[in-house]
């Protein structure tokens, strides 16, 4: 589940260039997986920034948000 994201748009790309992305896992800590993301064209850089994930138990979740549901 996302949990956090910072993207910083540093250039524009025209409409039928083509756009590739990338995301580099850079920490672990417990559930926590950082990730920082880069998108360039076939130019230059057009985009940086930060992702965070959890890892979430599903089944946990659900229990929770069938609680919130019902108080």
Known sequence: MGTAVEIRHLAPT????KVVGEAEV???DGRRVSFVIRASDDLEKIGTGTHERMVIDLARLGRRLDAKRTS
């Open 14 to 17: 025209p409409a039928d260039a």
């Open 26 to 28: 850079t920490g672990v």
